[in-house]
């Protein structure tokens, strides 16, 4: 299932690149990419070769790995904590990766020395640690968790509606909003080959640790008990999540309900291992970014939706699907 699905995924992003406003077939699709890497010589337009190469395909593949990051970072938070609904969206860690952001971007936060990127990676871990802090006072329990998250998601959404409002003029305002709800305007080959490398890198230490996640289904002390060192395998994943979602949020935003709905639908699909559910997270979430993202693009004629809007239309009745078979099972 998991292969069916991968290879899928060249078919989806072949879709990403001829859909939009101007019809590119396949074939002038397979051209212009072989022409860029010097395989051919195809006869084609500067503009559909631009198109294709600087637009669409560079956006096709920065969502399919953006897809796959936050899939992954849902089905590591979900297991570690033992909850359905646990994904950086719902726990304050990609608002505080974009305060982190806009610490940045509009106060120049480091004086230049310190990267977009960077200085999203310290606001996810203040969130982070803000929502250990929290549910650790309120005495633990994932339940607790969920609802420290949505505290420090609304405190770091505030925070950084303070620094815009205070901070920016009505130009960088539209542009930060519309930025904070998700697009993939402005990436570049650069940003794409960035986020691979740490998705990939990602993908592989989580795998390091399936085994582990695995353990961690029957909870802390059991996986204790079976030998996994819980304070060390905790405090790596948590740190992977971060890093994971702080790169996804400084190069497109804040994308919610990715990573609750895709971890779901793959263990569907893959069954609850984390050797096949990880790399299926992978492909899957990759694929749905993709096709989000084609949405978003031809939904409203002349416009792009942002994607957040298109991931928030899907995740929130599944979000509630969610909470009402726990209620009843509660």
Known sequence: ???ATGLLLPVVIALGVGIGEMPISLETTVQAVTNRLGWTQHELSRIQE????DYRLSRSLAAACCGAGLALCGAILQSLLRNPLAEPYVLGISAGASTGAVCV????LGAGAVTLSAGAFAGALAAFLFVVMLASGARGGTERTILAGVAASQLFNALTAYIVATSANAEQARSVMFWLLGSFAGVRWSDV???AIVVVGGLGICLRYARSLDAFAFGEDAAASLGVPVRRVRLVLFAVTALMTAMMVSMVGSIGFVGLVIPHAARFLVGPGHMRLLPACAVIGASFMVLADIVS?????QQVLPIGVVT????????AV?????????
Do not use: K, N
Not at 50 to 53: E, L, P, R, T
Not at 297 to 301: C, D, T
Not at 312 to 319: E, H, K, Q, Y
């Open 297 to 301: 693009r031809i939904i409203l004629p």
């Open 1 to 3: 299932m998991v292969i």
């Open 50 to 53: 631009s198109v294709i190469w």
């Open 105 to 108: 971007m509009l106060l120049g």
């Open 322 to 330: 969610i909470l009402y078979r726990g209620g009843r099972r509660g």
């Open 193 to 195: 080959s960035l986020v």
């Open 312 to 319: 928030a239309l899907v995740g929130v009745p599944f979000f």
